[in-house]
């Protein structure tokens, strides 16, 4: 990483990029400030309580939120000092702890995961448009080798970075309007104000991955400047715009579980869009977070490109291609059974959310083999593969049987569910509309076209 006294690649300021924010919001807007006390965190706080006056937006009301993950001693003191660093400013803070028995392993991922669905809660008390956070060029560039040094990462969706927006727990919009910025900017603009921060010790503790990948980039000659992040931030918000038009075209859902598309659609696609298209299917019908490994989506674009009948599975996901078109659909194993208790919801499957209205406890699996109801719940559809949709059906087991009516199913999207980024939007919506789910919500601006 260039050195910490070396120029800054934006030579753009912490209060300029909270007023490119600012003066682009609508009316009356509510902001929620997630602070930890660390330089980047004090810093967007502060840029934003100044840039109000700068920008003249009196009309925005800005709230400040301090996550104690409860991990190492002295956390519950930093929180405090960020409350009486918000009173002196008159902004309304609010401190929530990480309860519960944390994991042996994952975390770093288990306390993000956390910290996220706790400023969710405090954004809905609080009626937010937005939450914002500190995240800076030095965290992309520490993001980008991280993903890099993953295996399959060197060249795949996770190359151009964190997204400037990210929609948490299919509610919120987290904005990131540091993004461009060095750390050491926003460090002399605390200076320059008269504030300091809070120095967070598993910054530089060499168990943490992001700690070793910081150590490794102080030592590199030459990282990507913003000009080009944004470029590729454009590109990958370009393709996941053509991998929705491609599937407006010809995707078909039944029954929230068996996808028909029209081969042609994808038959002359290059292959980003190619592969973005089956990476998507896949995660959305095998309920998966994430999309197959690399070599899963390259036997899937193999198959797709071969253009003969046949069938694959791939990361849990049956891809059938017919006469008929080509049918995407879960495969008929390892699908779970669980218990509901009354009043008790549940997601199942990583593909439906299961509510139980009743009084007596149900115990749900995947529906019974009935040929005849299948090929009436999927009419035109090949008896076997019909078979196999309804199987991918939540439907109820044992001594519950019959009591339908007490339990609801709504189709969830599991790959957007909890961390939709802004370049991922129309796809997420080109989804939800087949599903019959409602759209996302909006970006409160366009977050491509920055200025700063």
Not at 158 to 185: E, I, K, N, S, Y
Not at 272 to 292: D, E, I, K, N, Y
Not at 385 to 408: E, F, K, N, S, Y
Request: aromatic share 6%; hydrophobic share 45%; with cysteine.
């Amino acid at each position: 990483m260039p050195p910490e006294g070396g120029q800054d690649p934006s030579g753009a300021s912490a209060l300029a990029a909270a007023c490119d924010v600012l003066t682009r919001l609508p009316g009356s807007a509510r902001l929620l400030i997630a602070v930890s006390g660390g330089s980047d965190s004090t810093g967007l706080l502060h840029a934003f309580h100044r840039g109000l006056i700068e920008c003249g937006r009196s009309d925005v009301a800005i709230f400040a939120a301090t996550i104690d993950h409860g991990l190492r001693r002295g956390s519950a003191d930093e929180a405090r000092a960020v409350a009486a660093l918000c009173a002196r400013l008159g902004i309304f803070h609010v401190t929530r702890v990480w309860q519960g028995e944390k994991p042996p392993t994952g975390i770093s991922a288990a306390a993000r995961a956390a910290r996220y669905d706790l400023l969710c809660a405090i954004a809905d008390d609080l009626h937010v448009d937005a939450i914002l956070s500190g995240h800076t060029l030095d965290d992309q560039w520490e993001t980008l080798a991280m993903r890099a040094s993953r295996p399959g990462g060197e060249g795949g969706a996770g190359a151009v970075g964190m997204a400037p927006a990210v929609l948490l727990c299919g509610r919120h919009w987290l904005l990131r309007p540091f993004l461009r910025l060095r750390r050491q900017t926003i460090r002399r603009f605390l200076v320059a104000s008269g504030l300091g921060w809070i120095d967070d010790p598993s910054n530089s503790d060499l168990r943490f991955e992001r700690a070793r990948t910081r150590l490794r980039l102080a030592e590199a000659a030459s990282l990507p400047s913003p000009e080009e992040l944004d470029r590729l931030a454009l590109q990958r918000l370009a393709l996941g715009r053509a991998v929705a038009a491609r599937l407006g075209q010809g995707l078909a859902v039944s029954g929230g579980v068996l996808a028909r598309l029209d081969p042609a659609v994808l038959a002359d696609a290059d292959a980003p869009v190619l592969t973005a298209a089956c990476a998507a299917l896949a995660a959305v019908f095998g309920g998966r977070v994430h999309p197959p490994a690399r070599d899963s989506l390259g036997r899937i674009v193999a198959f797709l490109r071969s253009d003969r009948p046949g069938r694959l599975t791939a990361g849990r996901v049956l891809f059938d291609r017919r006469r008929a078109g080509l049918f995407i659909l879960r495969e008929s194993r390892d699908l779970p059974i669980l218990g509901l208790s009354p009043g008790e919801s549940a997601e199942w499957d990583g593909r439906f959310l299961l509510h139980n209205d009743g009084a007596v406890p149900l115990t749900v699996g995947p529906c019974p083999a009935d040929r005849a109801l299948a090929v009436s719940r999927f009419p035109g559809v090949p008896a076997s593969l019909a078979l196999t949709a309804l199987r991918a059906l939540p439907g109820l087991h044992g001594v519950a049987q019959g009591r339908q009516a007490d339990l609801r199913c709504l189709p969830i999207l599991q790959p957007y569910r909890s961390f939709l980024p802004a370049f991922e939007l129309d796809l997420a919506n080109s989804f939800a509309v087949r599903l019959g789910l409602q759209a996302f919500p909006p970006l409160p601006f366009n977050v491509f076209d920055r200025k700063t």
